[in-house]
């Protein structure tokens, strides 16, 4: 039997791979979006609402009585959340906050997702145990989310690194910022010395989807890629992969060293230990080069170049 899911973020990276997968695996996704105006696939129904609304949102959790709620929604780039510091804690800190107590209040179970930015980079690899410490405005926000919805016991905390894919809006994800700065010709300042371990939104919803049946895995959990790489490498092996010069996809590497301001507030190598998710779910964590065959280059990138 399927589940009922309510899914927030529906336009993002991670929930535009997350509803078709659930859909495909039987669930009922309804899919929450914000600004977003076009018809998602997989859902069976689409709903706009600004989650700013705690009103709204609790009367439409009420009224959907969904199973399990997936909070997909966030302001996830660490900028825009020092350029909107209200909304942004609004999104990521507020809105989770409330989402666990109407889902304790419905009986459904929520799962938050967050990121590895709530370590600080220096202490790698991370166990899900280890002290969290915040090093910039967005992490601070996951990690009070985090700590809001952790009171209530059924709930999962699913922390992400830094995530590749295709995204609804095809400007989203790692790939597509590269192709967005070559398409402007601009070149890519990646640094050689800050590690992730990067995967794919699909391979994301792919843990999700097991997630969502799988109410015993609970707490703060990790799911990433199998294999650190740092962002000089990523950007190196995009551009390869999609058989691009380096004159039409310049790449300039730098150094954290060499950069103060970076040293404070971004973190040098946010390796994660998948245990115990590596062993309680069926799929694999996925290696670069399959993260990679799963990107496509965007339809604006064939007429911009
Ligand atoms: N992307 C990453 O590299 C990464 C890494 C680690 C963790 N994470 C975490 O994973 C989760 C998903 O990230 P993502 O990259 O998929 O996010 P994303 O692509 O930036 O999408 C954000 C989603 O939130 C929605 N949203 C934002 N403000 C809203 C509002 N006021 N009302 C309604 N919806 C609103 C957006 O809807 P509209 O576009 O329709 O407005 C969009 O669907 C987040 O919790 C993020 O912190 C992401």
Redesign the pocket.
């Known amino acids: 039997m399927g589940l009922k899911i309510l899914l927030?973020?529906?336009?993002?990276?991670?929930?535009?791979s997350f509803a078709p997968l659930a859909t495909a695996a039987g669930h009922q996704v309804t899919g929450?979006?914000?600004?977003?105006s076009h018809t998602l696939p997989g859902l069976a129904r689409q709903v706009a609402?600004?989650?700013?609304d705690e009103a709204a949102v609790r009367a439409l959790v009420r009224e959907e009585r969904p199973e399990v709620i997936v909070?997909?929604?966030?302001?996830?780039?660490p900028a825009q959340c020092d350029a909107e510091p209200e909304?942004a804690w609004r999104?990521?800190v507020a809105l989770p906050g409330y989402l666990a107590q109407v889902a304790v209040e419905t009986g459904a179970r929520l799962i938050?997702?967050?990121?590895?930015?709530v370590f600080d980079g220096a202490r790698p690899p991370y166990a899900i145990g280890d002290p969290r410490r915040a090093i910039n405005r967005?992490a601070q926000h996951?990690l009070e989310a985090e700590d809001r919805v952790l009171v209530a016991a059924q709930t999962a905390v699913l922390?992400?690194?830094?995530?590749m894919g295709n995204?609804p809006?095809v400007r989203?994800?790692?790939h597509e910022r590269l192709l967005m700065l070559w398409a402007d010709g601009k070149a890519a300042k990646l640094y050689l010395d800050e590690i992730r371990q990067t995967c794919t939104?699909d391979s994301v919803a792919a843990a999700l989807v097991e997630l969502c049946a799988r109410p015993d895995l609970r707490g703060a959990l990790h799911w990433a890629g199998a294999e650190p790489i740092s962002r000089l490498d990523i950007g190196r092996r995009v551009r390869t992969h999609f058989g691009l010069t380096e004159a039409q996809a310049p790449i300039i590497a730098v150094s954290r060293r060499d950069d103060p301001a970076a040293q404070a507030t971004r973190q040098a190598d946010l390796s994660l230990d998948l245990a115990p998710l590596a062993r309680e779910l069926r799929v694999r964590p996925e290696t670069f080069d399959e993260a990679l065959a799963k990107l496509r280059l965007p339809a604006w990138w064939r007429t911009q170049t």
Do not use: F
Not at 8 to 16: I, P, Y
Not at 32 to 36: F, N
Not at 49 to 52: A, G, N, Y
Not at 159 to 163: D, G, K, M
């Open positions: 927030t973020g529906a336009s993002g990276l991670v929930g535009g929450i979006v914000g600004r977003w609402l600004d989650l700013q909070n997909a929604a966030a302001i996830s780039e909304k999104l990521n938050h997702l967050s990121t590895e930015q967005y996951k922390r992400l690194p830094l995530l995204s809006g989203r994800s790692v939104a």
